[in-house]
C-alpha cells in the first residue's frame, strides 16, 4: 500500500493530493465553480497525474464571500466532516422602515429552534426543517440597516432568516451583504485568494519555490482534527485500506472509551505519524482484546 507519511513531512505533490485550503471566496462565481477552478489549477501545476477533484465545504450562493474550505484529491473522501459544521455570518438586514426600538430584544427571540422552509431557489426539497441558531448578535444599527452576527445550524438559510426577523419587527426585511466567517474550525482569519494560490502555484512550478504553497495548504488532517480519533497501527491500517474493518488488536491507543460506541460517534483512524487513514463508526470498544471497533465509512488512501 502506498501509504502518506507524516503530515509535515510531506512533499508539494503529496501536500497538494490530500490537503485543505481555507479558500476566501470571492463574489460573482458559485462554490462549485471555484471548487472547478482550483481543481484545474491544482492538476495543471501536477502534470503528471493531477488530481480527482476538489470538494467545498457547504454552498454559498454568487454573491456570497468568505469561508470556503475546499479539500483537494483523495481529501475529498472526507467531504462529510462538514456536514454538521457549525456555520458563522456576518449579514446586513435591510429593514424595510426605520429600525424599531425592539429591534435587539426581537431578533433574540430567533436564538435556539426556529422552524425554515428552504426558499424557491434552493437546491434541496422545499419543506419545513427545524435549524439551530446559536447565536444572533446585531453589531451596529444604522438608519434602516442592521449588521447582525449570526451562528447557526449546517443548512440554515440567513436569507430566510432576515425575511422572518422583517416580520417580526414588523417592518419587513430582506438579507443584502452576506460573508460567511467561519466553517467549523476554518475562520477569516487565514483565508486564502484565489489570487494567492495561483500564484503560489505558478512559483512552485516555476522557480521551485515550495514556501508559498506550504503557507497556503494545510494537511487535510487539519480538516479532521475536531473529530474523536484512535491511533492504529500501521500493519492495521495495511489492512484497512484493503477494506477490513478495525479490530481491537489494531488500535494503538483511543480517547475514547467503550461507552461511546452506543453513538456510533463518526471518527478518524490515524497512524502513529498522524497521517490519517480512513473515516468510521465507532461500534466496540477501542481498549477491548477482540472484536471490530471501526466500520468503515471511507478510506483515505
Known sequence: MAR?????????????????????????PSAHQVAAWVRDLVTDALTDEGIDGVAHAGTLDPKVTGCLPLLLGDATRAAQVF???????????????????????????????????PPRKSAVKRQ???????????????????????????????RKLCHDAGLALGTGAHMGHLRRTATGRFDDTDLVTLEALTDALAWWTEDGDEEPIREIVQPAERALEPLPSLTIAPSAADQVAEGAPVYAPGVIDSDLGAEAASDRPLVVCSTPDGAAICLGRLVGDPDGESGTVVELERVLV
Open 4 to 28: 502518506r507519511g507524516a503530515p509535515d513531512d510531506r512533499s508539494i505533490p503529496e501536500l497538494l493530493e490530500f490537503g485543505v485550503v481555507n479558500l476566501d471566496k470571492p463574489p460573482g
Open 83 to 117: 456536514d454538521d459544521a457549525v456555520k458563522e455570518y456576518v449579514a446586513v438586514l435591510e429593514l424595510h422602515g426605520r429600525a424599531p426600538a425592539d429591534l435587539e430584544s426581537v431578533l433574540a427571540e430567533f436564538e435556539g429552534p426556529i422552524y425554515q422552509k
Open 128 to 158: 419545513l426543517r427545524v435549524r439551530e441558531i446559536h447565536d444572533l448578535e446585531v453589531a451596529e444599527v444604522e438608519d434602516r440597516r442592521a449588521l447582525l452576527r449570526v451562528r447557526c445550524e449546517s443548512g440554515t438559510y440567513v
